[in-house]
Protein backbone atom coordinates (compact mmCIF):
# COMPACT_ATOMS: atom_id res chain seq x y z
CA UNK A 1 0.00 0.00 0.00
CA UNK A 2 2.48 2.17 0.96
CA UNK A 3 4.49 1.52 -2.18
CA UNK A 4 1.01 2.32 -4.71
CA UNK A 5 0.81 5.46 -2.52
CA UNK A 6 4.71 6.45 -3.30
CA UNK A 7 4.14 5.67 -6.98
CA UNK A 8 1.18 7.97 -7.08
CA UNK A 9 2.65 10.76 -5.15
CA UNK A 10 5.60 10.49 -7.84
CA UNK A 11 3.27 11.08 -10.87
CA UNK A 12 1.65 13.77 -9.12
CA UNK A 13 5.01 15.22 -8.73
CA UNK A 14 6.05 15.21 -12.23
CA UNK A 15 2.88 16.22 -13.41
CA UNK A 16 2.73 19.67 -11.28
CA UNK A 17 6.58 20.40 -12.12
CA UNK A 18 5.53 19.98 -15.87
CA UNK A 19 3.01 22.27 -15.29
CA UNK A 20 4.42 25.27 -13.42
CA UNK A 21 6.41 26.40 -16.39
CA UNK A 22 4.26 29.62 -18.06
CA UNK A 23 5.39 31.21 -20.69
CA UNK A 24 2.32 34.36 -21.19
CA UNK A 25 3.39 34.57 -24.95
CA UNK A 26 1.86 30.94 -25.52
CA UNK A 27 -0.63 31.34 -23.03
CA UNK A 28 -1.96 34.47 -24.66
CA UNK A 29 -1.61 33.47 -28.46
CA UNK A 30 -4.38 30.80 -27.86
CA UNK A 31 -6.65 33.58 -27.86
CA UNK A 32 -6.74 36.23 -30.92
CA UNK A 33 -8.23 39.03 -29.14
CA UNK A 34 -5.52 39.56 -27.26
CA UNK A 35 -2.94 40.02 -30.00
CA UNK A 36 -2.45 43.32 -29.54
CA UNK A 37 -1.66 43.49 -25.78
CA UNK A 38 0.77 40.35 -26.12
CA UNK A 39 2.77 41.85 -28.97
CA UNK A 40 3.49 45.24 -26.32
CA UNK A 41 4.15 42.74 -23.30
CA UNK A 42 6.65 41.14 -25.89
CA UNK A 43 8.10 44.70 -27.41
CA UNK A 44 8.26 46.35 -23.93
CA UNK A 45 9.97 43.19 -22.59
CA UNK A 46 7.13 42.47 -19.84
CA UNK A 47 6.99 38.74 -20.99
CA UNK A 48 10.14 38.04 -19.92
CA UNK A 49 9.72 39.23 -16.37
CA UNK A 50 6.25 37.93 -16.39
CA UNK A 51 7.68 34.41 -16.99
CA UNK A 52 10.54 34.72 -14.27
CA UNK A 53 8.18 35.39 -11.24
CA UNK A 54 6.20 32.02 -9.80
CA UNK A 55 3.52 33.93 -8.58
CA UNK A 56 1.55 36.37 -10.51
CA UNK A 57 -1.84 37.46 -12.21
CA UNK A 58 -1.95 39.31 -15.71
CA UNK A 59 -5.02 41.72 -16.03
CA UNK A 60 -5.10 41.71 -19.80
CA UNK A 61 -6.82 43.95 -22.35
CA UNK A 62 -8.40 43.05 -25.60
CA UNK A 63 -7.64 44.54 -29.00
CA UNK A 64 -10.05 47.21 -28.44
CA UNK A 65 -9.03 48.29 -25.11
CA UNK A 66 -5.59 47.91 -26.53
CA UNK A 67 -6.33 50.29 -29.41
CA UNK A 68 -7.98 52.78 -26.86
CA UNK A 69 -4.67 52.96 -24.57
CA UNK A 70 -2.11 53.04 -27.81
CA UNK A 71 -4.20 56.48 -29.27
CA UNK A 72 -2.68 58.18 -26.48
CA UNK A 73 0.32 57.71 -28.20
CA UNK A 74 2.78 56.89 -25.11
CA UNK A 75 6.35 56.44 -25.45
CA UNK A 76 7.57 53.18 -25.56
CA UNK A 77 8.72 53.40 -21.55
CA UNK A 78 5.72 55.09 -20.57
CA UNK A 79 3.74 51.73 -22.32
CA UNK A 80 5.46 49.96 -20.43
CA UNK A 81 4.85 51.19 -17.26
CA UNK A 82 1.39 51.68 -18.27
CA UNK A 83 1.33 47.24 -18.96
CA UNK A 84 3.52 46.70 -15.79
CA UNK A 85 0.23 48.18 -13.78
CA UNK A 86 -1.69 44.99 -15.17
CA UNK A 87 0.44 42.78 -13.79
CA UNK A 88 0.07 41.96 -10.34
CA UNK A 89 2.76 40.14 -8.44
CA UNK A 90 0.44 37.80 -6.03
CA UNK A 91 -1.89 35.06 -7.34
CA UNK A 92 -6.10 35.87 -7.93
CA UNK A 93 -7.98 33.41 -9.57
CA UNK A 94 -11.37 34.19 -10.53
CA UNK A 95 -12.49 32.46 -7.13
CA UNK A 96 -10.40 34.41 -4.89
CA UNK A 97 -11.28 37.71 -6.82
CA UNK A 98 -15.38 37.06 -5.31
CA UNK A 99 -13.68 35.64 -2.00
CA UNK A 100 -11.97 39.13 -1.22
CA UNK A 101 -12.56 40.09 2.22
CA UNK A 102 -13.66 43.56 3.44
CA UNK A 103 -14.75 43.85 -0.14
CA UNK A 104 -11.41 45.49 -1.02
CA UNK A 105 -7.53 44.77 -0.91
CA UNK A 106 -4.84 46.77 -2.83
CA UNK A 107 -2.25 44.63 -4.15
CA UNK A 108 1.28 45.63 -5.71
CA UNK A 109 1.70 45.35 -9.24
CA UNK A 110 4.96 45.20 -11.47
CA UNK A 111 4.87 48.91 -11.45
CA UNK A 112 5.60 49.29 -7.76
CA UNK A 113 7.88 45.85 -7.40
CA UNK A 114 10.18 47.22 -10.00
CA UNK A 115 10.47 50.67 -7.80
CA UNK A 116 9.54 53.14 -10.65
CA UNK A 117 6.23 54.05 -8.89
CA UNK A 118 5.89 56.99 -7.09
CA UNK A 119 5.04 56.49 -3.34
CA UNK A 120 2.20 53.86 -3.68
CA UNK A 121 1.11 54.38 -7.27
CA UNK A 122 1.94 51.58 -8.41
CA UNK A 123 -0.61 49.64 -6.50
CA UNK A 124 -3.89 48.29 -8.02
CA UNK A 125 -6.98 48.74 -5.54
CA UNK A 126 -9.48 45.53 -6.23
CA UNK A 127 -13.00 45.81 -5.02
CA UNK A 128 -15.64 43.22 -4.88
CA UNK A 129 -18.76 44.72 -5.48
CA UNK A 130 -22.58 43.56 -5.39
CA UNK A 131 -23.91 41.33 -7.95
CA UNK A 132 -20.58 39.75 -8.35
CA UNK A 133 -18.52 42.34 -10.47
CA UNK A 134 -15.08 43.27 -9.49
CA UNK A 135 -13.02 46.32 -9.83
CA UNK A 136 -9.84 47.74 -10.33
CA UNK A 137 -8.34 50.95 -9.93
CA UNK A 138 -4.87 51.98 -9.88
CA UNK A 139 -4.39 53.65 -6.20
CA UNK A 140 -3.70 57.42 -7.44
CA UNK A 141 -6.78 57.41 -9.24
CA UNK A 142 -9.09 58.53 -6.36
CA UNK A 143 -10.34 55.04 -5.92
CA UNK A 144 -12.53 55.56 -8.92
CA UNK A 145 -13.52 52.29 -10.74
CA UNK A 146 -12.66 52.17 -14.67
CA UNK A 147 -12.31 48.86 -15.16
CA UNK A 148 -13.90 45.48 -14.38
CA UNK A 149 -13.45 41.76 -14.16
CA UNK A 150 -14.53 40.08 -17.45
CA UNK A 151 -13.55 36.54 -17.44
CA UNK A 152 -10.96 33.76 -16.08
CA UNK A 153 -8.40 33.62 -19.50
CA UNK A 154 -6.59 30.54 -18.42
CA UNK A 155 -5.37 29.83 -14.20
CA UNK A 156 -2.18 27.81 -13.20
CA UNK A 157 -2.53 27.52 -9.38
CA UNK A 158 -0.93 28.88 -7.68
CA UNK A 159 1.74 30.34 -10.60
CA UNK A 160 0.02 32.75 -13.19
CA UNK A 161 -3.55 33.40 -13.75
CA UNK A 162 -4.60 35.44 -16.53
CA UNK A 163 -7.53 37.24 -16.37
CA UNK A 164 -9.44 39.89 -18.50
CA UNK A 165 -10.32 43.20 -17.27
CA UNK A 166 -13.05 45.37 -19.74
CA UNK A 167 -10.22 48.78 -19.98
CA UNK A 168 -7.06 49.51 -19.33
CA UNK A 169 -5.85 51.05 -15.86
CA UNK A 170 -5.77 54.39 -15.81
CA UNK A 171 -2.94 55.93 -13.47
CA UNK A 172 -1.01 59.21 -13.77
CA UNK A 173 1.66 58.32 -12.43
CA UNK A 174 2.48 55.68 -14.83
CA UNK A 175 1.52 57.66 -17.85
CA UNK A 176 3.32 60.26 -16.80
CA UNK A 177 6.23 60.94 -19.52
CA UNK A 178 9.29 59.20 -19.43
CA UNK A 179 12.36 60.04 -20.71
CA UNK A 180 13.83 57.40 -23.90
CA UNK A 181 16.94 55.75 -22.73
CA UNK A 182 20.01 57.07 -24.07
CA UNK A 183 21.62 56.17 -27.38
CA UNK A 184 23.80 52.96 -27.21
CA UNK A 185 27.07 53.40 -28.92
CA UNK A 186 27.49 49.85 -30.09
CA UNK A 187 30.55 50.12 -31.62
CA UNK A 188 32.34 51.59 -29.19
CA UNK A 189 31.49 49.30 -26.07
CA UNK A 190 32.51 46.47 -28.47
CA UNK A 191 35.61 48.47 -28.87
CA UNK A 192 36.56 49.18 -25.70
CA UNK A 193 35.81 45.67 -24.26
CA UNK A 194 38.24 43.52 -25.98
CA UNK A 195 35.58 43.11 -28.93
CA UNK A 196 37.25 46.04 -31.62
CA UNK A 197 37.84 43.37 -34.14
CA UNK A 198 34.59 42.50 -34.62
CA UNK A 199 33.27 45.84 -34.31
CA UNK A 200 35.44 47.26 -36.97
CA UNK A 201 34.21 44.09 -39.24
CA UNK A 202 30.50 45.07 -38.43
CA UNK A 203 31.43 49.34 -38.61
CA UNK A 204 32.14 48.90 -42.58
CA UNK A 205 29.42 46.50 -42.84
CA UNK A 206 26.01 46.66 -44.57
CA UNK A 207 24.85 44.18 -41.13
CA UNK A 208 24.83 47.01 -39.32
CA UNK A 209 21.66 49.32 -39.52
CA UNK A 210 20.35 46.46 -38.90
CA UNK A 211 21.96 46.09 -35.39
CA UNK A 212 21.06 49.40 -34.63
CA UNK A 213 17.33 49.16 -35.60
CA UNK A 214 17.07 46.17 -33.50
CA UNK A 215 18.55 48.23 -30.06
CA UNK A 216 15.03 49.67 -28.96
CA UNK A 217 12.90 46.82 -29.22
CA UNK A 218 15.53 44.21 -27.89
CA UNK A 219 19.01 42.80 -28.96
CA UNK A 220 21.20 40.17 -27.35
CA UNK A 221 24.50 40.75 -29.32
CA UNK A 222 27.45 37.56 -28.99
CA UNK A 223 30.73 39.24 -29.74
CA UNK A 224 33.59 37.10 -30.07
CA UNK A 225 36.62 38.12 -28.43
CA UNK A 226 39.86 39.86 -30.49
CA UNK A 227 42.06 36.70 -30.59
CA UNK A 228 39.10 34.38 -31.75
CA UNK A 229 38.36 37.31 -35.04
CA UNK A 230 41.82 37.78 -36.11
CA UNK A 231 42.25 33.75 -35.62
CA UNK A 232 39.51 32.93 -37.89
CA UNK A 233 40.50 35.91 -40.52
CA UNK A 234 41.48 33.91 -43.05
CA UNK A 235 37.99 32.05 -43.32
CA UNK A 236 36.38 35.41 -43.13
CA UNK A 237 38.41 36.46 -46.15
CA UNK A 238 36.86 34.03 -48.09
CA UNK A 239 33.55 34.77 -47.94
CA UNK A 240 31.33 36.81 -50.33
CA UNK A 241 30.18 40.23 -49.20
CA UNK A 242 26.38 38.52 -48.72
CA UNK A 243 27.81 35.90 -46.81
CA UNK A 244 29.85 38.14 -44.50
CA UNK A 245 26.81 40.34 -43.64
CA UNK A 246 25.04 37.11 -42.52
CA UNK A 247 28.14 35.78 -40.74
CA UNK A 248 27.83 38.92 -38.57
CA UNK A 249 23.98 39.10 -38.50
CA UNK A 250 24.28 35.89 -36.97
CA UNK A 251 25.89 36.86 -34.01
CA UNK A 252 22.92 39.45 -33.30
CA UNK A 253 19.10 37.65 -31.34
CA UNK A 254 16.63 40.23 -31.73
CA UNK A 255 15.31 39.83 -28.48
CA UNK A 256 16.97 40.77 -25.03
CA UNK A 257 18.40 37.93 -22.78
CA UNK A 258 19.91 38.81 -19.78
CA UNK A 259 22.68 36.36 -18.43
CA UNK A 260 20.41 34.67 -15.60
CA UNK A 261 18.12 34.13 -18.69
CA UNK A 262 20.56 32.02 -20.67
CA UNK A 263 21.46 30.67 -17.54
CA UNK A 264 17.62 29.19 -16.78
CA UNK A 265 16.65 28.10 -20.44
CA UNK A 266 17.99 25.61 -23.32
CA UNK A 267 16.76 26.03 -26.70
CA UNK A 268 17.31 26.75 -30.17
CA UNK A 269 17.58 30.64 -30.89
CA UNK A 270 16.62 32.52 -34.18
CA UNK A 271 19.17 35.43 -35.24
CA UNK A 272 19.03 38.78 -37.34
CA UNK A 273 19.94 36.78 -39.88
CA UNK A 274 17.32 34.53 -39.58
CA UNK A 275 14.84 34.84 -43.16
CA UNK A 276 12.14 32.44 -44.13
CA UNK A 277 13.90 29.28 -44.75
CA UNK A 278 17.11 30.13 -44.01
CA UNK A 279 17.19 29.32 -40.76
CA UNK A 280 20.70 30.42 -38.86
CA UNK A 281 19.96 29.48 -35.56
CA UNK A 282 21.94 27.90 -33.00
CA UNK A 283 21.08 26.56 -29.67
CA UNK A 284 22.30 27.56 -26.70
CA UNK A 285 23.05 25.01 -23.67
CA UNK A 286 23.70 25.71 -19.99
CA UNK A 287 25.97 23.65 -17.34
CA UNK A 288 25.25 25.29 -13.97
CA UNK A 289 26.91 29.06 -13.99
CA UNK A 290 28.19 28.18 -17.93
CA UNK A 291 26.42 29.08 -21.03
CA UNK A 292 27.98 27.80 -24.45
CA UNK A 293 26.07 28.61 -28.44
CA UNK A 294 26.07 25.29 -30.14
CA UNK A 295 26.00 25.49 -33.97
CA UNK A 296 26.23 22.73 -36.23
CA UNK A 297 29.38 23.54 -36.47
CA UNK A 298 31.22 24.98 -33.87
CA UNK A 299 30.75 25.66 -29.92
CA UNK A 300 31.50 28.88 -28.26
CA UNK A 301 31.29 30.20 -24.89
CA UNK A 302 30.30 32.92 -23.25
CA UNK A 303 32.66 34.55 -21.24
CA UNK A 304 32.01 38.02 -20.26
CA UNK A 305 28.76 40.75 -20.30
CA UNK A 306 30.30 43.52 -21.77
CA UNK A 307 26.85 45.46 -21.33
CA UNK A 308 23.66 44.69 -19.87
CA UNK A 309 21.38 47.63 -20.44
CA UNK A 310 17.75 46.02 -21.26
CA UNK A 311 17.03 46.41 -23.78
CA UNK A 312 20.30 45.82 -24.98
CA UNK A 313 22.84 43.24 -23.72
CA UNK A 314 26.09 42.14 -25.56
CA UNK A 315 28.05 39.08 -24.63
CA UNK A 316 32.35 38.64 -24.96
CA UNK A 317 32.26 34.86 -26.54
CA UNK A 318 35.48 33.12 -27.43
CA UNK A 319 34.67 31.84 -30.79
CA UNK A 320 33.29 33.12 -34.06
CA UNK A 321 30.05 31.11 -34.40
CA UNK A 322 30.03 28.94 -38.07
CA UNK A 323 26.61 28.58 -38.96
CA UNK A 324 25.90 25.68 -40.87
CA UNK A 325 24.33 27.84 -44.25
CA UNK A 326 28.26 28.54 -44.45
CA UNK A 327 30.63 25.99 -43.39
CA UNK A 328 30.89 22.67 -43.81
CA UNK A 329 30.72 20.04 -40.53
CA UNK A 330 34.50 19.69 -40.62
CA UNK A 331 34.68 23.84 -39.72
CA UNK A 332 37.52 24.02 -42.01
CA UNK A 333 36.15 26.24 -45.30
CA UNK A 334 33.08 28.02 -46.11
CA UNK A 335 30.41 25.51 -47.82
CA UNK A 336 29.54 25.69 -51.33
CA UNK A 337 27.11 27.61 -51.99
CA UNK A 338 23.37 25.85 -51.69
CA UNK A 339 21.86 25.07 -55.06
CA UNK A 340 18.42 26.79 -55.73
CA UNK A 341 15.92 24.68 -54.47
CA UNK A 342 13.27 22.66 -56.54
CA UNK A 343 10.40 25.15 -58.29
CA UNK A 344 7.08 25.07 -57.48
CA UNK A 345 5.15 26.35 -60.17
CA UNK A 346 6.65 29.32 -61.78
CA UNK A 347 8.34 30.78 -58.16
CA UNK A 348 12.12 29.95 -57.21
CA UNK A 349 11.70 28.87 -53.57
CA UNK A 350 14.44 31.22 -52.54
CA UNK A 351 12.19 33.98 -53.91
CA UNK A 352 12.09 35.40 -50.26
CA UNK A 353 15.68 35.77 -49.34
CA UNK A 354 17.26 39.48 -49.67
CA UNK A 355 20.52 40.00 -52.22
CA UNK A 356 22.26 40.42 -49.22
CA UNK A 357 20.43 38.16 -47.14
CA UNK A 358 21.40 34.27 -46.12
CA UNK A 359 21.53 31.91 -48.97
CA UNK A 360 18.42 28.97 -49.01
CA UNK A 361 18.66 26.02 -47.27
CA UNK A 362 19.05 22.86 -49.72
CA UNK A 363 15.82 20.24 -49.02
CA UNK A 364 18.06 17.46 -47.52
CA UNK A 365 19.52 20.22 -45.01
CA UNK A 366 15.74 20.68 -44.21
CA UNK A 367 15.34 17.01 -44.13
CA UNK A 368 18.43 16.45 -41.19
CA UNK A 369 17.04 18.64 -39.59
CA UNK A 370 13.58 16.92 -38.99
CA UNK A 371 15.21 13.78 -38.83
CA UNK A 372 17.85 15.28 -35.72
CA UNK A 373 14.99 17.10 -34.12
CA UNK A 374 12.76 14.17 -33.88
CA UNK A 375 15.99 11.55 -32.77
CA UNK A 376 16.36 14.27 -30.13
CA UNK A 377 12.96 14.34 -28.54
CA UNK A 378 12.47 10.43 -28.84
CA UNK A 379 16.25 10.54 -26.72
CA UNK A 380 14.74 12.93 -24.33
CA UNK A 381 11.61 10.81 -24.16
CA UNK A 382 13.52 7.90 -23.48
CA UNK A 383 15.39 9.00 -21.12
CA UNK A 384 12.95 10.58 -19.10
CA UNK A 385 10.20 7.10 -19.10
CA UNK A 386 14.45 5.64 -18.11
CA UNK A 387 14.41 7.86 -14.85
CA UNK A 388 11.12 7.49 -13.79
CA UNK A 389 10.75 3.64 -13.82
CA UNK A 390 14.20 3.26 -12.15
CA UNK A 391 12.62 5.55 -9.17
CA UNK A 392 9.49 3.16 -9.25
CA UNK A 393 11.64 0.40 -9.60
CA UNK A 394 13.93 1.18 -6.83
CA UNK A 395 10.64 2.43 -4.15
CA UNK A 396 9.03 -0.95 -5.19
CA UNK A 397 11.96 -3.41 -4.15
CA UNK A 398 12.04 -1.18 -0.31
Keep these: MKHLLFLFFLVALVSSTATNAHNITRILAKHPEFSTFNHYLTVTHLAGEINRRQTITVLAIDNAAMSSLLDRHLSLPT??????????????????????????????????????????AGYVNITNLKGGKVGFAAEDNDGTLN?????????????????????????????????????????????????KAFADLLRVSKALPTFKENIDGGLTVFCPSDGAVNGFAPKYKNLTDPQKVSLLL????????????????????????????????????????????????????????????????????????MPRELFKDSAEAPADSPKPAKKKGKKPAAADAPADG?????????????????????????????????LIMGFLVL
Design 79 to 120: LKNVLSLHVLVDYFGAKKLHQINNSTTLVSSMFQATGAAAGT
Design 147 to 195: SFYVKSVQEIPYYISVLQISHAISSADAEAPTAAPSAVDLIGIMSKQGC
Design 358 to 390: PAAESDNQKAADEDTNGVSRLHDGVRFVTVLLS
Design 250 to 321: YHGVPVYQSLQMLKSSNGVVNTLATEGANKYDFTVQNDGEDVSLETKVNTASVVGTLIDQDPFVAYKINKVL
